[in-house]
């Protein structure tokens, strides 16, 4: 048994989005995750983009505005098997550009323990990594504030518009990185992922983003605390998803990213006597 968890920052209503949109519900049918982090959720007049993407599944949700401009909102939002029993909504540091950047943070009701889950989506400029550096400061802190609360190891996840050796990713792995507070966290895919590829989520082999001519990156992740001493969390497996096309349509500009978590504690080793 494992706790299966989905990220995927779903472009909005950008290019051909109800076919899109027939996409990414088919990748949630094959993976039929437990939890899934969204991003850039297209919000407006009463229309929730993570309802209609979710519309026939069993599923709560809870969602946090993430990006404004006039009358454009973009939202960060958690789909969960199980209850979302709290809720609270962190503003990170931002610019004076309307590029508001936020976490959703969700306690979640699972059969096998509280789990504390945090999906967010920072700065996206390529020159804009000290702002950066300041939200996932915040985001550490927000972990070390939640961490006694739940069972299970914390999980973060999203779009963090960084490359794994950022110093905003090396500050939330516990690496060296600038003077801060600092969590760590495991990047599931350096535990458990692919050692073949580099799990690249931005990539050149997407037709939408071929024009930018820029190199493939790996911008979405899900980290994990520490498994506990039984085993709970330890990650299982992890690999990038949402990376097919069908009749030249993919399912968004980003790949999604998939893990699966360990949620039954370990046996102990039977004793036995050496002669």
Known sequence: MSLKILTLNVWNHGGPYQKRLELIRGWIRQLQPDVIGFQEIFVKDGYNQAKEIMEGHDYYLEEVQSFQWDDFVLSNAVASRWPI?????????????????????????????????????????????????????????????????????????????????????????????????????LDAWEVAGDPKTAGATFSNRNAYLQKESSPDRRFDYIFVGSATPDGLGKVETCRVVCDQEQAGVWPSDHFGVYAELRIDPFTAPTATTVR
């Open 85 to 185: 029993t709290s809720s609270e909504k962190h503003y990170l540091p931002r610019s004076d550009e309307p590029d508001i950047r936020a976490a959703l943070c969700v306690s979640i009701g699972a059969p096998f323990g509280s789990i504390g889950f945090i999906v967010t989506h920072l700065h996206w400029k390529p020159t804009g990594s000290q702002l950066r550096v300041t939200q996932a400061r915040e985001l550490c802190a927000l972990i070390e504030k939640e961490k006694d609360r739940h069972a299970f190891p914390p999980i973060l996840v999203g779009d963090f518009n960084a490359v794994p050796d950022s110093d905003e990713i090396r500050l939330i792995k516990g690496l060296p990185a600038p003077k801060g507070k600092s969590y760590p966290l």
